[in-house]
């Protein structure tokens, strides 16, 4: 049994930057994820890693803001989030699979309880 539990959450103004991290008990998990989601709105993929971290995948509308990194020594994902805009406002989750080509939130059997990121206009 995996836990995944996010933390670094929290209100920036637009513009500003945060770093959420997601520590990991049990076994490592092959494929790592951040997701969010809005209110009246699906859950979406913001970017995944693979294992080595050689990989990495981004949603279009955060490509060149956001980095996924991980730490397996920590077994630690991160997700640092620059130039925040209103819209990225949502709770983000972690994820973990160990199937190839995890992309869907369906794909991903282990989630965080997620931590509320909200950005102000």
């Known amino acids: 049994q995996v836990q995944l539990v996010e933390s670094g959450g929290g209100l920036v103004q637009a513009g500003g930057s945060l770093r959420l991290s997601c520590a990991a008990s049990?076994?490592?998990?092959?494929?790592m994820a951040w997701f969010r989601q809005a209110p009246g709105k699906e859950r979406e993929l913001v970017g995944v890693?693979?294992?080595?971290?050689?990989?990495?995948d981004y949603a279009g509308s955060v490509k060149g803001r956001f980095t996924i990194s991980r730490d397996n020594a920590k077994n630690t994902v991160y997700l640092q989030m620059n130039s925040l805009k209103p819209e990225d406002t949502a709770v983000y989750y972690c994820?973990?699979?160990?199937?190839?080509?995890?992309?869907?939130?369906?794909?991903?059997?282990?989630w965080g309880q997620g931590t509320q990121v909200t950005v102000s206009s």
């Open positions: 049990g076994r490592t998990l092959y494929i």
């Open positions: 890693i693979n294992w080595s971290g050689g990989s990495t």
């Open positions: 994820a973990g699979s160990n199937s190839y080509g995890s992309r869907r939130p369906a794909d991903f059997g282990s």
